[in-house]
């Protein structure tokens, strides 16, 4: 029997294995990456192994710097405008010292006007004092019996007519008097308060029998004694003969007509 060769069933030439370019690729990648995980972790270690003392004295330095930073740029803008805030500055305090002194001028001169109008008035009301007793002198001693029968009878008029209109003030009823006198100096009406007073048909509230009380005496007394010493109110003259009545105002006009023109006055309070 002829030996029969069989033919090996493992190949004895087994050749050596290379990787593709992509496989060598990949395996580069993979070691860029462990490489770089290794440097962080390492990284991160020396981090947190730093001492606490070197970390402080970092951030001290950090606030240095920060400081001296602030400091430079302070520097910097006080030379850039410090001349410009200065010459503000010097405006205010000026403008401030300006008015400090307007306001002592001013004060220093109202004080001087009012003081000047107090003593104005303190010689007005001495010489209306003056005026007054001179008057009441004059009057006492001077007078003849007829004449101060005559001005008894004048303000015992008046203090009846007053009586009428008691229900308003004094200021109205100096008002009303003031009409009578002027009509007393109109050449239109009678030449006596007497007679003005007993006018038929002119002070509605009027009577004879009137009583005098002491009160509108008095006012008449005071207004009398100016009329017949020739002192009319400031505004007042002769022409001042209507009188318009209200409950709670009395005022004169100059004519009997009211239009543009009519002019009219009231006693001062």
């Not at 005026?131 to 004449?147: N, P, Y």
């Not at 005496?217 to 007042?236: F, N, S």
């Not at 001042?240 to 100059?254: G, I, K, N, T």
């Amino acid at each position: 029997m002829d030996h029969i060769k069989i033919a090996p069933m493992i190949d004895t030439d087994v050749k050596e294995y290379k990787p593709t370019r992509k496989e060598r690729e990949a395996a580069k990648e993979r070691m860029a990456e462990e490489t770089a995980a290794s440097v962080r972790r390492l990284e991160k270690e020396a981090v947190s192994e730093t001492p606490r003392r070197r970390r402080g004295k970092s951030a001290h330095r950090v606030a240095r710097h920060a400081e001296r930073d602030l400091r430079e740029r302070a520097l910097a803008f006080l030379q850039r405008w410090g001349l410009l805030i200065a010459a503000v500055a010097g405006i205010i305090v000026w403008t401030l010292a300006v008015c400090l002194i307007t306001a002592g001028v001013v004060r220093s001169r109202t004080t001087a006007t009012v003081t000047e109008t107090v003593t104005a008035r303190m010689e007005e009301e001495m010489e209306r004092r003056l005026t007054a007793q001179e008057i009441s002198f004059r009057s006492e001693k001077m007078l003849t019996d007829g004449e101060k029968l005559q001005q008894a009878d004048e303000s015992d008029a008046l203090a009846r007519l007053l009586y009428g209109y008691r229900q308003n003030s004094r200021r109205d009823l100096r008002t009303l008097c003031w009409c009578v006198l002027c009509r007393v100096d109109n050449p239109n009406y009678p030449d006596s308060v007497r007679a003005v007073v007993e006018q038929d048909k002119q002070w509605m509230f009027y009577n004879g029998s009137n009583p005098v009380r002491a009160d509108f005496e008095k006012i008449a007394q005071e207004v009398l004694e100016m009329w017949r010493d020739g002192h009319y109110p400031e505004g007042l003259s002769s022409d001042f003969v209507f009188a318009e009545w209200s409950p709670d105002s009395v005022q004169l006009r100059d004519r009997w007509e009211k239009n543009s023109r009519t002019v009219y006055w009231r006693a001062a309070e």
